[in-house]
């Protein structure tokens, strides 16, 4: 059973940055694919980005091009957050699985419990 952990969640005014990190119990590299994704109040979870086991990287539209998603190391996966808006507010979610590698499904096998983000305007 993996465990993740996910951190680096807090406040910032629009326009400034966050790192989360997701920290997995063992080795995820070139063994699973890791997103991440976010949930705000009254709204369904959806993906935003997502790396797979050999490096590859997808984003969703809503974060391209401000969200960063790395394999920092064997077990942890950042999101770089820059540019935040107020609409980025949620808690953020990772997830993890040997086979799973998309954006547009929550069937991950491995969820951590969450980080809160707040964007201020």
Not at 86 to 97: G, H, I, L, Q, R
């Amino acid at each position: 059973q993996v465990q993740l952990v996910e951190s680096g969640g807090g406040s910032v005014q629009a326009g400034g940055s966050l790192r989360l990190s997701c920290i997995a119990s063992e080795n995820t590299y070139r063994r699973f694919c890791t997103a991440w994704f976010r949930q705000a109040p009254g709204k369904e979870r959806e993906g935003l980005a997502i790396i797979d086991n050999v490096g590859r990287t997808s984003y969703a539209d809503s974060v391209k091009g401000r969200f960063t998603i790395s394999q920092a190391n064997a077990n942890t996966v950042p999101l770089q957050m820059n540019s935040l808006l107020p609409e980025d507010t949620a808690m953020y979610y990772c997830a993890a699985d040997p086979f799973v590698c998309r954006l547009d499904t929550l069937t991950y096998r491995y969820w951590g419990q969450g980080t809160q983000v707040t964007v201020s305007s």
